[in-house]
């Protein structure tokens, strides 16, 4: 059909616009073609995303449902009957032979896999009065066998029978027969997990393929039910989407998938299934055979902000990292954790980093074998570093043959921290000097910092980081913290003045403020020893520009988000950007209760960011599904959905906490130290 049949009076328009030449007609036509297509192009999508969003409405009949699942003892006492069974059929299968057993891949120095709860083994019946689960819910059994090299299940069978526990045993013995050789073993049971999801409201009908980049979808609280004449009905349950990582667009396609895989439909009969969302009620074992505990959007509730809580996971990071460290000194710098594979690429920066939180962490635990493997790391470092020798006395580190400005600036904290910690094996301070000198080689006249060092004559970027300055200046400011020699703050207030006062200033216009988490730290530490009200406005605007991308207003964000980064449509929060903006955010709430007593806004947001935290890092009772939960355990990700735990992720997560430690613990570590009184 052409377009005077479709759009008869604008091409009726166009052709009687006076008597142009034909070819100022032929124009207008081609525009007005072009403009109908861009409306179509506009329009389509944005209805997409309109009924897309129309799709994800409330589910009907949980209006008034709490966000966390309240605990409930028919759902104790059905996995205490299931972990009976479990436990009793194991004990009767004849042991597994060593070599043949699959066992999870251990990093050097691993911890062990949680054992099983010391509780006496549940009896096989309720006790007398147990009133069970509703007859009227549908419930699945899951059960979990971590067995190293991403297999850890889910093997899954429904609740059928009749009594208080549906039947919770029989679907329990039928889970067992489903486990492959080797996962069926008394020890592989023991470190089983066992979680039960109940369905709960209505079916919501939602688009085929989820709607507009599945935007009818809830990732993490929706499940998708798949229904085909002559089949049983399939759900791909709401947790899913995070244990096996999926996009929300491709939710209805994972659900398809597996149904195909665990149920044994054909992909003819997958494609042409209805779907609809649903949502459930779940519960896991915190531990093997542990107390119950709700599961929402793949995760559990994770401790309160308290010190207790920050203490522990500064200490369990620390362990992870430490366990990452080879007999080198290298760190892992990406271990997949759902594949339970090391992914490849390093980052010498991000090493030295991770090595200065290690020694954060030591402050904190006391672990000698997180101490041990800060020492590793930091021979590794300084297998990196050069003297310079064009300026002998001065050194800097190499990474192929980059050499990069933040290197040497994370490095000096590095080096710093363990001159606090372990004064009697610090490196000689002259070599930190001589880092010193080479940031100080490295500042322009105006203040600003180059961002590599062209030391053979090869360098030809002319790129500006904008972090690495601020590595730089609060490498500086601690290197003066330590040795008390005013050279080193002057070089890093002349470094700060710069970016506070010309960085992204045009005709004496601020055009941007970027969220600089080094340099709000690097100006939160400069405060206490040169304090200056303009630097000190700035570091308050720095802190301002971060908590605008922060999820902080509690109405409006479902509570296991709050407190987490503004993302894209189909992304749920990043877990490592939480990290290094909570290293910034608690500097800032450190500013404020020195600066501004009479304000809580800073702490506020540091606190809410330090909850998301908390929440996401990998512990024992959300790490259920992973095939080697021990390794994986303290640990960070990119995000929800990622199985990437990466060094520098674990770095910023720790080294947030160790910031905010101060404001719920007087006795805490100074996360800066002193400014000596004589130079050594």
């Keep these: 059909?052409?377009?005077?049949?479709?759009?008869?009076?604008?091409?009726?328009?166009?052709?009687?616009?006076?008597?142009?030449?034909?070819?100022?007609?032929?124009?207008?036509?081609?525009?007005?073609?072009?403009?109908?297509?861009?409306?179509?192009?506009?329009?389509?999508?944005?209805?997409?995303?309109?009924?897309?969003?129309?799709?994800?409405?409330?589910?009907?009949?949980?209006?008034?449902?709490?966000?966390?699942?309240?605990?409930?003892?028919?759902?104790?006492?059905?996995?205490?009957?299931?972990?009976?069974?479990?436990?009793?059929?194991?004990?009767e299968e004849p042991a597994v032979p060593e070599d043949a057993a699959e066992e999870p891949v251990s990093a050097e120095g691993a911890a062990e896999e949680p054992a099983a709860a010391e509780e006496p083994v549940a009896e096989a019946a309720p006790a007398p009065g147990?009133?069970?689960?509703?007859?009227?819910?549908?419930?699945?059994?899951?059960?979990?066998?971590?067995?190293?090299?991403?297999?850890?299940?889910?093997?899954?069978?429904?609740?059928?029978?009749?009594?208080?526990?549906?039947?919770?045993?029989?679907?329990?013995?039928?889970?067992?027969?489903?486990?492959?050789?080797?996962?069926?073993s008394a020890e592989a049971i023991a470190r089983s997990r066992l979680k039960l999801d109940c369905v709960i409201g209505e079916e919501r009908a939602i688009p085929k393929d989820g709607g507009f980049r599945g935007l009818a979808v809830d990732q993490g609280l929706d499940g998708i039910v798949l229904r085909l004449k002559g089949q049983e009905p399939f759900r791909w349950l709401p947790s899913w989407t995070i244990e096996k990582p999926s996009a929300r667009r491709h939710m209805h396609r994972s659900a398809r998938r597996a149904a195909r895989r665990m149920a044994g439909w054909g992909k003819a009969e997958a494609a042409k299934a209805s779907v609809a969302a649903f949502r459930t009620r779940a519960y896991v074992e915190s531990s093997?055979?542990?107390?119950?505990?709700?599961?929402?959007?793949?995760?559990?509730?994770?401790?309160?902000?308290?010190?207790?809580?920050?203490?522990?996971?500064?200490?369990?990071?620390g362990a992870y990292l430490a366990r990452e460290t080879d007999s080198r000194g290298k760190i892992t710098y990406h271990y997949n954790d759902r594949k339970d594979t090391l992914e490849g690429g390093y980052n010498l920066l991000r090493h030295a980093g991770s090595t200065y939180s290690m020694l954060q962490a030591y402050r904190i635990s006391g672990d000698a074998a997180v101490l041990a493997g800060s020492e590793r790391a930091i021979g590794y470092f300084r297998r990196k570093m050069r003297e310079d020798s064009k300026h002998p006395g001065e050194w800097f580190a190499v990474e192929g043959r980059r050499a990069k400005l933040g290197a040497i600036g994370l490095g000096l904290l590095m080096f710093v921290e363990h001159a606090k910690v372990a004064p009697d094996r610090a490196h000689d301070r002259e070599l930190l000097r001589g880092m010193g000198r080479h940031i100080q080689r490295m500042q322009l006249p105006s203040g600003e910092f180059t961002s590599f060092y062209n030391w053979d004559g090869k360098e030809r970027s002319t790129r500006k980081s904008i972090f690495y300055s601020g590595e730089?200046?609060?490498?500086?400011?601690?290197?003066?913290?330590?040795?008390?020699?005013?050279?080193?703050?002057?070089?890093?207030?002349?470094?700060a003045d710069f970016l506070v006062h010309d960085r992204w200033v045009a005709l004496g216009i601020r055009l941007h403020i970027p969220p600089d988490a080094w340099l709000l730290q690097a100006?939160?530490?400069?405060?206490?020893?040169?304090?200056?009200?303009?630097?000190?406005?700035?570091?308050?605007?720095?802190?301002?520009?971060?908590?605008?991308?922060k999820l902080l207003d509690a109405e409006r964000t479902p509570p296991d988000l709050l407190g987490?980064?503004?993302?894209?449509?189909?992304?749920?929060?990043?877990?490592?950007?939480?990290?290094?903006?909570?290293?910034?955010?608690?500097?800032?709430?450190?500013?404020?209760?020195?600066?501004?007593?009479?304000?809580?806004r800073a702490r506020e947001v540091a606190e809410m960011n330090a909850r998301f935290q908390l929440r996401h890092q990998l512990r024992t009772d959300n790490t259920w599904y992973l095939s080697n939960p021990a390794r994986a355990h303290g640990g960070w990700r990119k995000r929800m959905t990622s199985g990437e735990v990466r060094n520098d992720h674990v770095q910023h997560n720790l080294s947030g906490l160790f910031g905010i430690l101060p404001l719920y613990d007087e006795s805490a570590p100074d996360i800066g130290l002193f400014v000596a009184e004589t130079s050594p």
């Design 472 to 495: 730089a200046i609060l490498g500086l400011v601690r290197l003066h913290q330590l040795t008390g020699e005013q050279q080193w703050l002057d070089v890093a207030v002349k470094g």
């Design 523 to 549: 100006l939160v530490e400069m405060d206490r020893v040169a304090p200056d009200e303009g630097r000190a406005d700035y570091a308050f605007a720095l802190g301002k520009s971060i908590a605008q991308l």
């Design 130 to 184: 147990f009133t069970g689960l509703d007859a009227d819910r549908e419930c699945l059994l899951s059960l979990y066998v971590p067995r190293g090299g991403g297999k850890a299940g889910p093997f899954v069978r429904m609740l059928s029978g009749e009594g208080p526990d549906r039947g919770a045993a029989e679907a329990a013995q039928l889970l067992y027969e489903d486990l492959p050789d080797g996962a069926d």
């Design 288 to 317: 093997p055979g542990g107390p119950v505990v709700p599961v929402v959007r793949g995760n559990t509730k994770g401790p309160d902000l308290e010190p207790s809580s920050i203490r522990e996971a500064i200490s369990i990071a």
């Design 1 to 91: 059909m052409g377009l005077g049949a479709r759009y008869p009076a604008l091409v009726t328009s166009a052709n009687q616009t006076s008597s142009a030449p034909a070819w100022k007609g032929r124009v207008v036509s081609v525009l007005l073609f072009a403009a109908i297509l861009a409306w179509i192009a506009l329009i389509s999508p944005v209805r997409e995303y309109a009924s897309g969003v129309a799709a994800r409405g409330p589910t009907p009949g949980l209006e008034d449902e709490p966000f966390y699942p309240p605990s409930d003892t028919a759902v104790d006492a059905t996995l205490a009957v299931a972990r009976h069974t479990l436990t009793e059929l194991a004990a």
């Design 564 to 600: 987490g980064e503004v993302a894209g449509i189909g992304s749920l929060p990043p877990t490592a950007t939480a990290g290094s903006f909570g290293e910034a955010l608690s500097a800032w709430a450190r500013l404020e209760a020195r600066r501004r007593p009479e304000s809580t």
